[in-house]
Structure formats: structure tokens, C-alpha cells
């Protein structure tokens, strides 16, 4: 199995899965200030086998954390991971450099993003499990 990793840059990079590992860890838990500054600051993983079509994309703002979606091809729903015991606070984030209206809830910290990269990385069939203090939020058909 192999992931199409999206950078911030806009650059493709078609990787199998055992390498990723440590470019995750680098880019999401050791220094994501300088990968996430560039271009318009959002990745994302894509899986195409063929059968199943679905990417986890992501977006970092430093002092909030991760804006962490995932879509499937198939039942055409985004979810969104969220924070469910925070204030709901809307806040303007920048997607593909268009301003986007979000929630605060819809930020997690890089262990909590972590979670949901190493799942998908583990099985991209099926929504990553949420963890503690978290739930996918479904946001609409896309």
C-alpha cells in the first residue's frame, strides 16, 4: 500500500506507507512551524486502491493546533475531528488559502492529530477512531 502525501507547498510525494513514519513524526510532532508555513499551510494523505478513495487532510495554526478531515469517496461525507468538551468559538482559518469559518472545537493538539494520521496510515478504509475527548463531527457532503 502506498499514500500520496500533499504538501503545504503543493508538491506530491507517492510514498509506501513504511516510509512515512518518520516524515510524520517530523512534520506533525518535532517541528511543524516551518513545514506548515509554507504555501497555504494545509496537507493531506490520499489513498486510492482501486476500490476505496479517501484522504485525511490537515491544517496547522500555530496557538490552536491541528484542523483534522476525512472523506471517503463513496458516502461523499466529510467528518471533521473535534474537541468535544471546548467552547465553541468561531474562528477564520485559511484552507487552500480561502478564509473558512471553523469552530475552535475543530483544533487538536499534535498527539491528538497524531492519532487519527497513524490509523488512517494503519487502514484509510475506515474512519480513524476518535480517542478520548474526541468525535468526528460530520460537516456535509462534499
Not at 487538536?108 to 475506515?126: L, N
Amino acid at each position: 500500500m502506498s499514500l500520496l502525501v500533499v504538501t503545504p507547498s503543493g508538491r506530491f510525494e507517492d510514498l509506501p506507507a513504511d516510509e512515512l513514519d518518520e516524515l510524520l513524526r517530523d512534520v506533525f510532532l518535532d517541528d511543524p512551524e516551518s513545514y506548515w508555513s509554507a504555501a497555504d499551510g494545509d496537507a493531506g494523505l490520499h489513498f486510492d486502491d482501486g476500490k476505496t478513495r479517501a484522504r485525511l487532510v490537515l491544517l496547522y495554526q500555530a496557538g490552536r493546533g491541528y484542523y483534522v478531515s476525512y472523506y471517503r469517496a463513496g458516502d461523499g461525507t466529510e467528518h471533521v475531528l473535534q474537541q468535544s468538551a471546548l467552547a465553541d468559538t468561531p474562528v477564520t482559518v485559511y484552507f487552500g488559502g480561502e478564509p473558512l469559518q471553523a469552530s475552535s472545537r475543530m483544533f487538536v493538539t499534535p498527539s491528538q492529530a497524531w492519532g487519527a494520521i497513524s490509523q488512517f496510515v494503519a487502514d484509510p478504509h475506515r474512519l480513524p477512531a476518535p480517542g478520548a475527548e474526541l468525535s468526528w463531527a460530520a460537516t456535509g457532503k462534499v
